[in-house]
C-alpha cells in the first residue's frame, strides 16, 4: 500500500488541494495507438483484454506516455469494462468496432456475480504495483472506474450507442430494477476503486461518459446519486483519498453534480464554457481539463491559443491541465509536446 506522506507529494495532488505553484499535466487516454511504442507491445498480445490482464504489459504501457513526454501523471492501463467482467459478462473487444457484450436481460440482474471479482481485478493491482515501483515519487499513479450508469449502458445494450435507448427505455420500464443493478454495479466498482488504492494509485477517478443522454431527474438518480454512494464507500476505507468524477456531457447539471457528488475535483469535456466553470464550479472543487482533443490533433496555432485560453481563464485556482476526452489515435506526437511544453511554460499572456 502506498505511504499516505508519499501521495501527498504528488503535484496533481496538491494541485486538486491547492498548494502547488505550477498547472501539472496528464492526458486521458495518454498511453494509447498514437504512440509507436504502444502498438509495438499491442502487437504482441492477442486481444485487447489480454493486454489489460498482463501486468507487466499493463505497467509498461502506462509508463510508455510518462517517459516520452513526462506527465506529471500515469494513469493504469485498463478500461471500464473489466467491471462486468469481473462480473461474469464476456466481454470482447472487436478491432474497429469497439466493445461487444452479450446484452443483459432484466431477469439477469438479480444473478450478477458481486461476490467473486477480485480474481479478475488481481492483474491489475498487480500493474498498479508494478507501475507504482517504477514511477518517481514525485508523479501520480491514477486509478479508475467507469460510473455505474456508463457501465450499465454497455451491459444492456450489448455495444455503444449513440443515444442509450436500451438503458433509458430499461431503467423508465423499471425503476426499481435499474436501481437494483446499480447497487450491484455501486459495490463492484467501489471495492475495485479500495483495491486500486492498496496496490498504490494516489488518485482515482470515475469515467461517467454517457450522462448527456440524462434528463434531470434521471441525473440524479443514476449519476449522482450511484456516484456519491461510491465515494462514501472508498472514503469509509480511505478517508483522504482524492477522486475525480467526469460527468461528459453533463452541461447545466455540472454544479448539481460537484455539490452532489462528494467529488475532490471534476473532469470537464470540451463544451463547459470557460466563464461557467470559473464562476460556478471552481468556488467547490478542483477542475481538470478541457482541451478539445481534435485542437489538440490540429497542433499550431489554433493548440497554442486555446491552452493560453483555459489557463488565462483557470490555470491561477485547483487545477489540473487535461483534455476535454481521450487523446484521438491520429494525433501527432510532435503535438503533444507542444501542448506540454505550453502549458510548462506559460507565461500569462494570451496569443
Given at each position: ?252 447539471m455540472l454544479e448539481r453534480y460537484v455539490v452532489g457528488a462528494g467529488v475532490n475535483a471534476v ?85
Amino acid at each position: 500500500m502506498l505511504d499516505t506522506s508519499e501521495s501527498k507529494t504528488t503535484s496533481v495532488v496538491r494541485a486538486i488541494s491547492g498548494s502547488v505553484e505550477t498547472t501539472p499535466i496528464w492526458l486521458m487516454r495518454q498511453a494509447g495507438r498514437y504512440l509507436p511504442e504502444y502498438r509495438k507491445i499491442r502487437e504482441r498480445t492477442g486481444s485487447f483484454l489480454e493486454l489489460c490482464y498482463t501486468p507487466e504489459l499493463a505497467a509498461e504501457v502506462t509508463l510508455q506516455p510518462i517517459r516520452r513526454f513526462d506527465f506529471d501523471a500515469a494513469i493504469i492501463f485498463s478500461d471500464i469494462l473489466v467491471v462486468p467482467n469481473a462480473m461474469g459478462r464476456d466481454v470482447q473487444f472487436v478491432e474497429g468496432d469497439g466493445p461487444k457484450l452479450e446484452p443483459l436481460e432484466l431477469g439477469e440482474f438479480d444473478s450478477l456475480d458481486v461476490n467473486s471479482t477480485a480474481s479478475t481485478f488481481e492483474p491489475v493491482f498487480k500493474a498498479i504495483e508494478l507501475a507504482r515501483r517504477d514511477l518517481a515519487p514525485q508523479k501520480s499513479l491514477i486509478g479508475f472506474c467507469g460510473a455505474p450508469w456508463t457501465v450499465a449502458t454497455y451491459m444492456i445494450a450489448g455495444h455503444g450507442t449513440k443515444d442509450q435507448a436500451p438503458a433509458r427505455l430499461m431503467a423508465a420500464r423499471y425503476p426499481d430494477a435499474f436501481d437494483r443493478l446499480l447497487d450491484r454495479l455501486v459495490a463492484v466498482s467501489a471495492d475495485y476503486l479500495i483495491g486500486q488504492l492498496k496496490a498504490g494509485v494516489n488518485v482515482v477517478q470515475v469515467f461517467d461518459s454517457w450522462v448527456g443522454a440524462l434528463d434531470e431527474l434521471g441525473f440524479q438518480r443514476w449519476c449522482i446519486d450511484p456516484t456519491a454512494e461510491i465515494v462514501a464507500r472508498v472514503r469509509h476505507q480511505f478517508p483522504d483519498a482524492v477522486i475525480i468524477g467526469f460527468p461528459k456531457g453533463a452541461g447545466l447539471m455540472l454544479e448539481r453534480y460537484v455539490v452532489g457528488a462528494g467529488v475532490n475535483a471534476v473532469g470537464l469535456d470540451w463544451t463547459v464554457p470557460l466563464s461557467f466553470a470559473r464562476d460556478r464550479l471552481h468556488q467547490h472543487v478542483a477542475l481538470q481539463g478541457n482541451l478539445d482533443p481534435l485542437i489538440l490533433q490540429v497542433g499550431g496555432l489554433a493548440l497554442d491559443r486555446a491552452v493560453d485560453r483555459i489557463m488565462a481563464a483557470l490555470g491561477d485556482g485547483r487545477f489540473v491541465f487535461n483534455l476535454g476526452h481521450g487523446i484521438v489515435p491520429q494525433t501527432p506526437i510532435a503535438h503533444v509536446q507542444q501542448l506540454v511544453d505550453r502549458v510548462r511554460g506559460w507565461s500569462g499572456a494570451l496569443t
